[in-house]
């Protein structure tokens, strides 16, 4: 199993700055994924972090917006850039250690104003 | 690529129950189960992994059939506590991320 320690749980910023969310796991794994989520959707993959090299990121993400840090096998980070209020979403990271269930962090909540 | 999800919403009265299809367009190494509340994370169900093999818990259980790549999840007596939003994920490998569903909001109702 793990615990996924994500902060912060909710932020209103202002558009055109950054935010920066924290994921700290509670076990050494080797991938961790974030994805978005928009109101009543469902779970969109931004990219896999890994660590020691370049995240991965998905069609329609690119690092420039949303650069992503993965320093040990504990923590990463995923930096929201230059805001727009399209950008107002939840936020979460999640790991699937032993390739059984995956795992999620609570969340982060974005309002861009 | 994202799979399809079946139904989109589904309202029940306690007791009742209801499938939930999940179906994919590719080979798939496991299909994930996931529920979701309103304002919380995503919780796992249960997982199927490719072999075609079924499994329960308790009043929920879940079937793979890896020849047509679909899974579906099965809610038996439903309980007012069933409510949330339902997603399959999908992996492709065992090495690789989820890819989730659209989802299928469930409302049971007393």
């Known amino acids: 199993s793990a615990v996924i320690s994500q902060k912060p749980s909710r932020d209103i910023c202002q558009r055109g700055t950054s935010l920066t969310i924290q994921c700290q796991v509670d076990?050494?794994?080797?991938?961790m994924f974030w994805y978005r989520q928009q109101p009543g959707q469902s779970l969109t993959l931004i990219a896999t972090a890994n660590q020691g090299s370049e995240a991965t990121y998905e069609s329609g993400f690119v690092i420039d917006k949303f650069p992503i840090s993965r320093p040990n096998l504990t923590f990463s980070t995923l930096t929201v850039s230059n805001m727009s209020p399209e950008d107002s979403s939840i936020y979460l990271c999640?790991?699937?250690?032993?390739?059984?269930?995956?795992?999620f962090g609570q969340g982060t909540r974005l309002t861009v104003v | 690529q994202q799979p399809v999800q079946s139904p989109q919403a589904v309202i029940l009265r306690e007791g009742e129950d209801a499938v939930i299809n999940c179906s994919s367009s590719?080979?798939?190494?496991?299909v994930h189960w996931y529920r979701q509340k309103h304002g919380e994370a995503p919780v796992f169900l249960m997982i199927?992994?490719?072999?075609?093999e079924q499994k329960g818990h308790e009043k929920i259980s879940a079937s793979f059939n890896e020849k047509k790549q679909q899974s579906s999840l099965y809610l038996t007596a439903s309980q007012l506590s069933y409510s949330g939003t339902y997603f399959c994920?999908?992996?492709?490998?065992?090495?690789?991320?989820?890819?989730f569903g659209k989802g299928t909001r469930l409302s049971v109702i007393a």
């Open positions: 076990s050494q794994v080797t991938m």
């Open positions: 999640s790991v699937i250690p032993g390739a059984t269930e995956a795992f």
């Open positions: 590719k080979a798939l190494y496991s």
């Open positions: 994920g999908t992996d492709a490998s065992g090495n690789t991320p989820l890819v």
């Open positions: 199927l992994l490719k072999g075609g």
